[in-house]
């Protein structure tokens, strides 16, 4: 097997040794003749730990450069070119990618097959949009497409592309994640397979996270400076060694999973009123904490939209599971259950009947305006309710809840 990379930057180059070390024959392409000049010579074109040394032991061993490719059943390209633009316009740049691709598939050698993998960050869609169409339109048989996003951080590729983990890669058909697992079976990480959209999704999820807590810091910062007297350093260091970071159970996975908003009787307080706190105080109004109460309040808005989609007769009877805040609680102050129950009435919904393991009382006291029904019995309300919206993720809920339940659950918490 023969594994050819173009784009011999941070993630082609060190994808190409990585395979290379693991005695995969690896053929590297780049479009640069300087940098393919410094590899012949044996010196890796910018500076990353660890690359010289296996530059120098797999150069002409199981790496070649710029070698034309022989007929093998499979041709498999992996694409690393960058998506950067040149015009610094902040904006993924397909540019170089199409052109790779153009390449490969103006190829005249007879494979049986083509196996393309992409490894550089493009937008999701990108795959759909742009690269299918461009091989449908050249009328090449045969080609299969994957979508493998890199994490590696520059400063540490090697050590990122060995502990990875856990990687995921976008496929077509079937028949490609045996290709893909093979190449890697002398590596420790899970291979996650799933479609191409999803996968390119998983990378822009990622860094847009990153992203966001970069400027969630440096906003909290900025407030931090307007209230005055207070010490950053410390407060972010004290916030880091939250055991939430490192615990198992309870972690803060709770926090970055989609749900219905947050509710209860702290962080809707707290955070509007640190917001009121810097603006009365520090004269600096936050402006990400800002958005996030609005995005916040508007979540129930979509969330009936998306439940009216699913429910075409508002007259059948609806169950709602879980009335408490969070599970492992009676509490329901703040519950996002009371807020979407107010919004299911007022777009009509009549027969709605309510389940909760341990807050049916506390919840019919505090809200006596949303007259609804309660059912203690969950199997009662799990056989009678033409449709079911799960709210709160009691784990009673999924241990009764079985395959064979013919009743559709709109599960709010991604939970079953
Ligand atoms: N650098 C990172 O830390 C990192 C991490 C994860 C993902 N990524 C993504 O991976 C991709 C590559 O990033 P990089 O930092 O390795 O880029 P890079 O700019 O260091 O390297 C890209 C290489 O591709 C070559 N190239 C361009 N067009 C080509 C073509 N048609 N044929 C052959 N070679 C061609 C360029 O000459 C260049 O050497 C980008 O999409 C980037 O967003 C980068």
């Known amino acids: 097997m023969i594994v050819n990379i173009y784009g011999l930057g941070f993630v082609g180059l060190t994808t190409s040794l990585a395979l290379a070390n693991k005695n995969i024959k690896v053929v590297g392409y780049d479009n640069d003749q300087n940098k393919i000049e410094k590899l012949k010579n044996k010196k890796i074109p910018f500076y990353e730990k660890n690359l010289n040394q296996i530059l120098k032991k797999q150069l002409n061993k199981n790496f070649a450069l710029n070698k034309k490719k022989i007929n093998q059943s499979f041709d498999i ?4 070119v960058g998506t950067q633009d040149s015009k610094k316009s902040e904006l993924a740049n397909t540019k170089s990618l199409v052109n790779c691709i153009k390449t490969i598939l103006n190829e005249k050698n007879k494979f049986k097959k083509k196996i393309i993998i992409i490894r550089s960050s493009t937008p999701p869609l990108t795959t759909e949009k742009i690269i299918l169409p461009l091989i449908k339109k050249s009328k090449k048989k045969n080609i299969e497409i994957a979508y493998f996003p890199e994490f590696l951080a520059e400063g540490k590729a090697w050590k990122d592309f060995h502990n990875a983990k856990r990687i995921v890669v976008g496929i077509q058909k079937k028949e490609t994640k ?7 079976k002398d590596f420790k990480f899970n291979i996650l397979f799933t479609n191409l959209r999803t996968s390119e999704f998983i990378k822009y999820l990622t ?9 969630f810091s440096n906003e909290y910062r900025d407030i931090a400076i307007a209230l005055k007297n207070i010490n950053i350093k410390e407060a972010f260091k004290v916030f880091q060694s939250d055991p939430r ?13 989609p749900g219905c908003g947050y509710g209860g009787s702290c962080l809707p307080k707290d955070i509007n009123s640190i917001i009121e706190t810097s603006i009365k105080y520090g004269n600096y109004e936050p402006k990400i904490l800002k958005q996030v109460t609005k995005y916040n309040k508007n979540i129930f808005s ?6 009216n989609k699913e429910i075409k007769n508002k007259s059948d009877p609806i169950g709602i599971l879980g009335l ?22 007022m777009n009509g919904y009549k027969n709605l009947i309510a389940h909760d393991p341990k807050a049916i009382n506390n919840f019919a006291s505090s809200y006596p305006n949303l007259k609804i029904k309660y059912e203690n019995n969950l199997d009662k309300i799990l056989q009678g309710s033409k449709k079911l919206i799960l709210i709160t993720s009691w784990n009673i809920y999924k241990k009764k809840i079985s395959g064979n339940l013919k009743t559709k659950i709109i599960d709010l918490r991604y939970f079953l």
């Open 178 to 184: 045996k290709i893909i697992s093979n190449i890697f």
């Open 245 to 257: 970071w490192f615990s198992k159970n309870n972690n803060f996975n709770y926090y970055t999973f």
């Open 207 to 215: 860094n847009s996270f990153l992203s966001t807590m970069i400027s």
């Open 77 to 80: 390209n992996f694409i690393c």
């Open 324 to 345: 408490s805040f969070k599970p492992e609680t009676d509490d329901v102050r703040g519950s996002p259950s009371a807020i979407i129950i107010k919004h299911l009435k």
């Open 302 to 307: 979509t969330i009936s939209k998306n439940i």
